[in-house]
């Protein structure tokens, strides 16, 4: 059974860093690329950030380009999101899920973590 | 960006009956391989998203008849056919043919 564990969040102070982690079983994790994705409380959902497999490639929206990182240890079949510079409008449950991917494309996030919530407040 | 919008906002409807849902892109979602990469998720109370149709019209496994999905170029609707109360929930639209990757603002399935 595939499953997917976020922890790490909590509150931090806008200005604050933060890290993620999401532990992975159930499957293969080396094999395939991870996403987080994360709800507001207006229960939006965004995508921000991706890494390849092997952890060569990573993505971002431009929301959290240059204060966001996306990272992996598949020894400990681990993903992990290193957040700074945090803003009030980052608050949020932030989710990790595995994507399928289609001939090298991305296909679909197709399991998701039950989500570890990060709220930045003074 | 890619922007997703669906509706409508909020859906009531009776059990038994037939839901169907919205999610228009901005853009074309027709990838250079030709296929396109348009997914829809049910998030149920108090849970994380769960997939349920992927690139369009693919059921994900386990997930029942009841649901398929048609669309293309920019225009895409998620069907439902006789609602269930387990059907209920937030449906949300998510295309991964563009980065970044985008979702749709989320359709409410309710009970009239």
């Known amino acids: 059974e595939v499953q997917l564990v976020e922890s790490g969040g909590g509150l931090v102070k806008p200005g604050g860093s933060l890290k993620l982690s999401c532990a992975a079983s159930?499957?293969?994790?080396?094999?395939?690329?991870m996403s987080w994705v994360r709800q507001s409380p207006e229960k939006r959902l965004e995508w921000v950030a991706e890494i390849s497999s092997g952890g060569s490639y990573t993505y971002y929206p431009d929301t959290v380009t240059g204060r966001f990182t996306i990272s992996r240890d598949n020894a400990k079949n681990t993903l992990y999101l290193e957040m700074s510079s945090l803003r009030s409008e980052d608050t949020a449950m932030y989710y990790c899920?595995?994507?399928?991917?289609?001939?090298?494309?991305?296909?679909?996030?197709?399991?998701w973590g039950q989500g570890t919530s990060v709220t930045v407040s003074s | 960006d890619a922007v997703m919008t669906q509706t409508p906002l909020s859906l009531p409807v009776s059990l038994g009956d037939q839901a169907s849902i919205s999610c228009r892109s901005s853009?074309?979602?027709?990838?250079?391989?030709?296929?396109?990469?348009l997914n829809w998720y049910l998030q149920k109370p108090g849970q994380s998203p769960q997939l349920l149709i992927y690139r369009v019209s693919n059921r994900f496994s386990g997930v029942l008849d009841r649901f398929s999905g048609s669309g293309s170029g920019t225009d895409f609707t998620l069907k439902i056919s006789r609602v269930e109360a387990e059907d209920l929930g937030v449906y949300f639209c998510?295309?991964?043919?563009?980065?970044?990757?985008?979702f749709g603002g989320g359709t409410k399935l309710e009970i009239k």
């Open positions: 899920a595995r994507e399928r991917r289609d001939d090298g494309y991305p296909l679909a996030m197709d399991y």
């Open positions: 159930g499957f293969t994790f080396s094999s395939y690329a």
């Open positions: 998510l295309q991964v043919t563009h980065v970044p990757y985008t």
């Open positions: 853009q074309s979602l027709e990838n250079s391989n030709g296929n396109t990469y």
